[in-house]
């Protein structure tokens, strides 16, 4: 069987699995906070059928090897944490961060999530939650006679109850920022989890040592550029198309090589 048919078809199986991942980067052109992926390949293993540097007479040798490759392979998607552009909004708890930093999310089981997603609401116990009503870490909470929120570029709460003539401060927005972020885990609703390659979180106060500062009645919206993913779609698919092209020129030859007679 000719090598190349299997070499061919992992190139379209890699192909596929881009185009998968395009697919759900344009699926979430909208979601606010949303990391567009991309999908980074490796070369598969190789054959050596002629070594480098073999000696073939006194004081020569060969300058270059014969080597075979067998194809391709999907090694790593990595999350692209670039800022996406800001929505103007005029809700009082949509959150932008403006830089670098995490919002934190506590999950039911106790564990922290993290989100770049500030489109936060109220329950009915005044916290402030996700869409999925997961409260913000450190928990904070709106009095039910609060008539205005107000949150500083530096995280603070404040709020102005009814007959009161100054605002109350009620709480603090802290950021958490990583060391390498694209080893984040994305497990949905906008979420992330720390893992060994992200390394430990760090808690910080924003607009205080690298991270970035809270912008209050503003949205982050996904950083998906519609035109470069259907330039690496288009991209994709003549590859894809190149591949298959290779597997029935192959197909061809062993055709040919059937009908050969004596």
């Known amino acids: 069987m000719m090598r190349s048919l299997w070499t061919a078809a992992s190139g379209m199986t890699a192909q596929q699995f881009n185009i998968d991942t395009i697919a759900n980067n344009l699926a979430n052109v909208n979601t606010t906070g949303f990391k567009k992926s991309r999908v980074?390949?490796?070369d598969l293993l190789y054959q050596t059928l002629r070594?480098?540097?073999?000696?073939?007479?006194?004081?020569?040798?060969?300058?270059?090897?014969?080597?075979?490759g067998h194809g391709v392979r999907p090694v790593a998607t990595q999350k692209i944490f670039t800022t996406g552009t800001f929505k103007q909004t005029?809700?009082?708890?949509d959150l932008a961060i403006e830089g670098e930093g995490f919002f934190q999310i506590l999950m039911p089981d106790g564990t922290i999530a993290y989100t770049r997603d500030g489109a936060f609401k109220q329950d009915a116990d005044g916290r402030i939650v996700t869409s999925d009503g997961f409260p913000l870490e450190p928990e904070i909470i709106i009095p039910e006679d609060a008539v205005e929120i107000t949150i500083g570029t530096d995280g603070t709460v404040s709020v102005m109850l009814?007959?009161?003539?100054?605002?109350?401060?009620?709480?603090?927005?802290?950021?958490?920022?990583?060391?390498?972020?694209?080893?984040?885990?994305s497990f949905g609703r906008n979420l992330f989890v720390a893992t060994a390659a992200s390394g430990a979180p760090m808690v910080g106060t924003p607009g205080l040592d690298g991270f970035g500062i809270v912008a209050q009645s503003y949205l982050e919206m996904s950083n998906v550029q519609v035109v470069e993913e259907m330039v690496n779609m288009i991209i994709s698919q003549r590859a894809y198309e190149s591949n298959s092209k290779?597997?029935?020129?192959?197909?061809?030859?062993?055709?040919?090589?059937n009908n050969l007679r004596r």
């Open 246 to 257: 290779a597997i029935q020129a192959s197909d061809d030859m062993l055709q040919t090589a």
């Open 40 to 42: 980074d390949f490796q």
């Open 162 to 185: 009814t007959g009161d003539d100054e605002p109350q401060t009620i709480g603090m927005i802290e950021l958490v920022r990583f060391v390498n972020p694209a080893g984040l885990a």
């Open 90 to 93: 005029d809700n009082p708890l």
């Open 51 to 68: 070594f480098a540097g073999t000696p073939i007479t006194q004081g020569a040798q060969i300058p270059t090897g014969i080597q075979m």
